[in-house]
């Protein structure tokens, strides 16, 4: 049976509309940037929330077609970037150098790995919303990354 995808993306957008439009007049919670890096901040909760993510993850398989959808759904990439990231330190070690942002070489040179192979990693990690890339091959935390610090300085994480 075909469907017209018009009508669903229609649909998708009215939905965004109507719950963005109720999170934003219900939400006595401040809303957080993407590039914010505080730890700690709130996840926006309830059903305008869930609604909203909901039908864009929908929205983006309808626009993106199954390849990409399959190709996200199977792909072990973006774990595997993770655990490269956690196991290099790379949130304590852009904590360390004050947070606004480091360049690849010197994220590289504290966890020993090839600089070219980091910048893919944490370039795709930031596509994924895990990182933000402020300028070429530099990179800083966000409220997604911040997740990942221990809290540990990276001279008592190499013990």
């Not at 600089?115 to 402020?134: D, G, N, Q, S, V």
């Amino acid at each position: 049976m075909r469907t017209d995808g018009r009508k669903e993306l229609l649909a998708l957008r009215d939905l965004l509309n109507t719950s963005i439009d109720s999170l934003l007049a219900n939400s006595s919670l401040e809303i957080p940037s993407l590039k914010d890096s505080k730890p700690g901040v709130p996840p926006l909760l309830g059903g305008a929330s869930k609604t909203s993510s909901a039908a864009a993850a929908q929205l983006i398989a309808l626009l993106e077609g199954p390849a990409y959808t399959m190709t996200k759904s199977l792909g072990g990439h973006i774990a595997s970037s993770l655990r490269v990231a956690i196991e290099a330190h790379v949130v304590e070690t852009i904590r360390e150098a004050g947070g606004g942002g480091l360049h690849v070489n010197e994220i590289a040179k504290s966890s020993e790995i090839d600089p070219i192979k980091l910048t893919r990693i944490l370039r795709l990690l930031a596509a994924h919303h895990i990182f933000i890339e402020t300028e070429e091959e530099t990179f800083a935390n966000n409220r997604c990354s911040i997740v990942l610090d221990t809290g540990k300085s990276i001279e008592q994480l190499k013990q």
